[in-house]
């Protein structure tokens, strides 16, 4: 995990300074493509061109039926201006949408320069250059020298992508919707800066021949093309070094509301719109510990401070970034997801903070290769955004996400598993503190054990269970339209957290589960009282084996999970309500505050929170082999029935 840090501020004079050479690169300039292949062609997608452009190809993947899809370069030059302005045809004069997206990529380009060049400065490339330029490069440094210019190379084109995009995407409310697919971008070239842009914009060029013939197609296909040059920079970042001096400092355009957080897209701070029927924290019966752990994460998530881009929680430890809520159908998996994105939008709007939620639903399976996965890292992306507060949930996730060896998932399913798994827990994963992602199913057992074990926290959402939980909820869904006496019975008291939860966490000192049972039966006849951690080891060594998937991830989302419970407090309701008392505070200031209110770890903590993870895992394996051992059955049966059909048809 990593967290961006200081921040530092691009001066306007700089970026205008790179302008006349921003210029000369989409005024014209030569290149020969490295990487993506060519070839000679006259047209491309059945359409004229304009006089000078020859032919070149290269992988493309459209999701129009029949279109061709070759590409095309000009051995005269690229000529980015010329290119955008021939989208009018004969105009004359060029059009306010053409100018607009010049514009923005000169400023991307721009700004990647100045960027580019603050990076020399920092990392002694600036010096080497120099040498080199002299020819007085040390055999010594050459290593040196080719692993940051390759760095500088991936820095440039990931701040001009990530710029352009940013600036563009004002401009996407006004066109066609509709996603547009170019595939893949291939000539990612890291020699030098220079040559890496020239090859990003030679490559876009070749996209503007093929995928444009109208207007209102220019924005879409320059942003797409934007977004895979991003992508495929980011995944070459993430195996080259020298890069921390980049992804260490945030960097700010204040004229453009722009920030650079190392390879994250940067987005505009909006909030999303919610159609949602939001419930209160009394509507939802029974489910004691998953409410109460869900109303403490709502007001922890407020704590996030936007000019730091970090959250206290995430330092000291305690904020849940992936949760998992299971349990049987009808048991208010859903209640609960819209208590918690009710608590975080009426907290946002006392605090005037964007809130954006979003559902990762299986609409989100696409049948076209490396599809399903792009709508995956839209969903991870539009959540994370620093700029926002963000609450992600993954309703019914045995369904989206496959199952690694299972036969019966897709490949679009096992596309969504992949991205869910690098970006709850990769290498590349950060954790802000200004977001959380929720996982709920009915058949946890289902769900990939890797990234069932990247939920941090458990919420066993089992719905009511007492005598008072059945008559609160009958009372609540009976509605008004009715004169029936309550009788004796306190409305409600029930549900009231305080009272609740400690009996919730006290029936967790010992396992519940029977596989764990007989562990911890026998652990604690072995070696008695578990009081010290050395006794905790053994036990927890005894639960790995008898279930090899209690691994070390498993301790980590344990330890997590403890560090929780000793921020086990809540935020006072008059801090959410009136943002002066501690929302608009600086950072060190909400951290010490925070810090004030936590609790010592206690024994008691530590064998609850064992117990409860441990439950969890063990009442998924005995569904996953109970349903294993039900499926063998039932195929048994076919093949019995098969041989008794074949037997009686031979000897007929």
């Known amino acids: ?157 990931y701040v001009f992508a990530n710029m352009a995009s940013y600036l563009l995407s004002t401009h996407q409310a006004e066109l066609t919707e509709g996603t547009v697919e170019i595939g893949p971008v291939d000539e990612v070239l890291t020699d030098n800066p220079q040559l890496a842009l020239t090859g990003a914009l030679w490559e876009l060029d070749q996209d503007l021949a093929l995928f444009v013939s109208r207007e209102d197609q220019l924005i879409p296909v320059v942003t797409a093309f934007l977004e895979q040059l991003m992508e495929a920079v980011a995944l070459r970042a993430s195996n080259t070094p020298r890069l921390d001096a980049f992804t260490a400092v945030s960097y700010r355009v204040e004229e453009d509301d722009f920030q650079i957080d190392g390879f994250t897209p940067s987005t505009k701070g909006k909030s999303s719109k919610l159609v949602m029927s939001f419930k209160k924290p009394h509507e939802v019966v029974g489910n004691h510990i998953a409410k109460h752990q869900a109303m403490k994460l709502s007001k922890m998530i407020m704590a996030y401070d936007f000019k730091r881009q970090l959250n206290p929680f995430a330092e000291l430890g305690g904020f849940v970034f992936t949760f998992m809520g299971d349990g049987k159908p009808g048991t208010g998996k859903t209640t609960l997801i819209q208590m918690m994105a009710g608590l975080i939008n009426e907290y946002c709007q006392a605090a005037d903070y964007p809130f954006r939620y979003e559902n990762l639903s299986t609409d989100s399976i696409d049948s076209y290769q490396g599809k399903s996965a792009q709508n995956a890292k839209n969903f991870i992306r539009n959540i994370t955004d620093p700029h926002v507060i963000g609450f992600g949930t993954i309703d019914d996730i045995d369904q989206l996400a496959g199952k690694r060896g299972d036969r019966q998932s897709s490949a679009g399913q096992l596309e969504i598993t992949a991205v869910l798994m690098e970006s709850f827990a990769g290498a590349n994963t950060v954790v802000r503190g200004n977001c959380t992602f929720g996982m709920f199913s009915n058949y946890p057992e289902n769900v990939d054990d890797a990234l069932r074990q990247r939920a941090a926290a458990r919420f066993l959402v089992d719905g009511p269970q007492t005598r008072e939980d059945y008559i609160d909820i009958l009372h609540l869904l009976m509605g008004k339209n009715h004169d029936i006496p309550v009788g004796k019975h306190d409305l409600y008291a029930n549900q009231q957290i305080k009272k609740a939860i400690a009996a919730s966490y006290d029936k967790h000192s010992k396992p519940l589960e029977d596989g764990l049972i007989r562990v911890y039966d026998r652990v604690s006849k072995d070696i008695g009282k578990l009081d010290t951690l050395a006794k905790i080891g053994t036990y927890l060594k005894a639960i790995q084996e008898v279930d090899e998937r209690f691994t070390g991830r498993s301790i980590k989302n344990i330890t997590d999970a403890i560090k929780v419970r000793a921020m086990d407090f809540e935020l006072p309701d008059e801090w959410m309500e009136n943002p002066d008392l501690f929302l608009t505070k600086d950072y060190d200031t909400k951290k010490n505050m925070i ?35 039900e499926n063998a059955v039932r195929d048994m049966r076919r093949m019995e029935e098969a041989k008794r059909r074949y037997l009686a048809e031979k000897s007929g």
């Open 1 to 157: 995990m990593s967290q961006t840090g200081d921040l530092m501020e691009i001066k306007e004079e700089r970026i205008k300074e790179k302008y006349p050479q921003a210029e000369s690169l989409l005024a014209g300039f030569d290149h020969t493509p490295r990487i993506a292949k060519k070839a000679d062609v006259q047209a491309a997608a059945g359409r004229e061109k304009s006089p000078g452009i020859g032919g070149g190809t290269r992988r493309f993947r459209s999701t129009t039926p029949g279109l061709v899809t070759k590409s095309t370069a000009r051995p005269d030059g690229i000529r980015l201006i010329d290119r955008v302005h021939a989208v009018s045809g004969s105009d004359v004069l060029t059009s306010p949408l053409e100018a607009s997206v010049l514009t923005c990529l000169r400023r991307a380009i721009a700004t990647a320069m100045v960027v580019s060049d603050q990076y020399a400065q920092q990392t002694g490339l600036s010096e080497l250059l120099k040498d080199n330029l002299a020819g007085k490069l040390s055999k010594n440094h050459a290593q040196d020298f080719s692993e940051l210019l390759a760095a500088s190379s991936l820095v440039s084109l």
């Open 595 to 629: 810090a004030d209110l936590s609790r010592p770890i206690t024994i008691e903590m530590v064998m609850q929170e064992i117990n409860r993870y441990a439950d969890s895992e063990f009442r998924y394996a005995d569904k996953s082999d109970e349903v294993a051992i």
